[in-house]
């Protein structure tokens, strides 16, 4: 099993940034794939960004390319999501998921590709 925590979330200005953490614990966190989602009020759950279990492979939603970017430390089992250039559009609760199926290649961006879940952390851009 894998478990994830979520933390940096916070109170930001449009145009500031914000990097969340995830902190995994178990053994296999190094194999697997890691992705980002965000739910607005209202909303679905929606996909983010993911990161292949190396770090070779990125994924990204369209509307947050070139603004976010997804990063990894194996070693210490934390997954990162640098946000920038942020917009109240991006206010929502970002939860960090894990997809246990060892050294997949392809980086899932759809919600059935993942299997753990963390209970999220809050980021709110005011304009």
């Known amino acids: 099993q894998v478990q994830l925590v979520e933390s940096g979330g916070g109170l930001v200005q449009a145009g500031g940034s914000l990097r969340l953490s995830c902190a995994a614990s178990?053994?296999?966190?190094?194999?697997?794939?890691m992705g980002w989602f965000r739910q607005a009020p209202g909303k679905e759950r929606e996909f983010v960004a993911g990161?292949?279990?190396?770090?070779?492979?990125?994924n990204y939603a369209d509307s947050v390319k070139g603004r976010f970017t997804i990063s990894r430390d194996n070693a210490k089992n934390t997954v990162y999501l640098q946000m920038s250039g942020l917009k109240p559009e991006d206010t929502a609760v970002y939860h960090c998921?894990?997809?246990?199926?060892?050294?997949?290649?392809?980086?899932?961006?759809?919600?059935?590709?993942?299997?753990?879940w963390g209970r999220g952390t809050q980021v709110t851009v005011s304009s």
């Open positions: 990161i292949s279990w190396s770090g070779s492979s990125t």
């Open positions: 178990g053994r296999t966190f190094s194999f697997c794939t």
């Open positions: 998921a894990a997809d246990l199926t060892p050294r997949r290649t392809v980086v899932s961006t759809t919600r059935s590709g993942y299997d753990y």
